[in-house]
């Protein structure tokens, strides 16, 4: 398994803050960022079970689907990517890298990626591809939740953290690990802020009862924030969609601070926590960690994507 050695870096420091970023995108070349701790256990649950074939599931952007090709080629495993949406005769760089790692791909419509997690789906994988160990979309499972326990060291003394979610399984391990701090989850997802029931489900697999919020913008509303919650006013068009002003920051933050952000996942975990800062939504002379993690191999894509707007 791969050797784990945090790399924090400072980015401010004043009277009232100190905010550093704990640099997950150096962990590893192409197993980047919070990826290989929701991978950690999964794998090595296949491993000690002799599956030698390992399913999961995401767009054709996917952070996961990238990590989880990487990481199979790793350990000499199997890996099979099922993938939203149609195919297309010229691969994006992303699903093209998985593919050259030795991951199988296989498209499905939309409407039956809603159902892959019905038994009638479970079947079809098994009498297609045979004995499995099969990773849900994002890793997120109870493996990949007590993986991510372990991004946070126990000698760290931080009064916030702060992190991208996307299925909340980061957050959940960071709530499970560290102790007398606050944690605040920045979702990416537009609408209805479902992360913290899924966050409920994870902590009670984990037999875990712990100061949560479940509507964590009423924290917003408060002058301060001092409950373990996930705010959901930051995800802007949704989940990856263009909006000019993240654009305009993330070049900003990247000149000065010399530190690259995904446009998906930090750009918008960044633009929270300087616009919280900004606001004073933190307690005086805090200790502030910011967790980049990782997902730079999805630029690319999304700069094609939008290639007329980038013009």
């Not at 960022?33 to 767009?59: E, H, R, S």
């Not at 195919?87 to 498209?107: P, R, V, Y």
């Not at 990773?135 to 009064?159: R, T, V």
């Not at 996942?265 to 939504?281: G, H, M, P, R, V």
Request: charge should be positive.
């Amino acid at each position: 398994m791969l050797a784990y050695q945090p790399l924090i870096q400072t980015i401010h420091t004043s009277f009232n803050y100190q905010v550093d970023v704990l640099r997950l995108d150096k962990l590893h070349q192409s197993i980047t960022g919070n990826k290989w701790f929701k991978l950690k256990y999964n794998l090595q649950n296949a491993i000690d079970n002799n599956l030698q074939t390992v399913i999961t599931f995401g767009g054709a952007y996917s952070n996961h689907i990238a990590a989880t090709a990487s990481a199979c080629k790793l350990f000499g495993l199997k890996c099979i990517g099922i993938i939203r949406g149609d195919e297309s005769e010229l691969l994006n760089t992303t699903l093209q890298k998985a593919k050259e790692n030795g991951m199988l791909l296989e498209f499905i419509s939309r409407n039956t990626y809603l159902k892959k997690n019905e038994q009638a789906f479970n079947n079809y994988l098994q009498n297609k591809y045979g004995q499995h160990y099969l990773i849900p979309e994002g890793g997120n499972n109870l493996e990949g939740a007590l993986g991510c326990q372990e991004i946070i060291k126990p000698e760290w003394n931080y009064d916030y953290i702060l992190c991208a979610c996307g299925t909340a399984t980061t957050f959940t391990g960071i709530i499970a690990s560290a102790k007398n701090t606050v944690i605040v989850g920045i979702s990416v997802l537009k609408g209805e802020n479902k992360l913290p029931f899924e966050v409920k489900k994870l902590l009670n697999k984990l037999n875990l009862k712990t100061n949560f919020i479940i509507n964590g913008n009423e924290e917003l509303y408060k002058s301060e924030l001092n409950n373990n919650c996930i705010l959901s006013d930051y995800s802007f068009n949704g989940y990856a969609n263009y909006y000019k002003p993240l654009i305009d920051f993330k070049n900003q933050f990247e000149t000065k601070y010399k530190i690259p952000l995904d446009y998906i996942y930090t750009n918008k975990l960044f633009f929270a926590s300087f616009d919280l800062i900004q606001k004073e939504k933190f307690k005086k002379k805090s200790k502030i960690l910011i967790i980049h993690s990782g997902g730079l191999q999805g630029n690319i894509g999304f700069e094609e994507r939008f290639r007329n707007k980038f013009t």
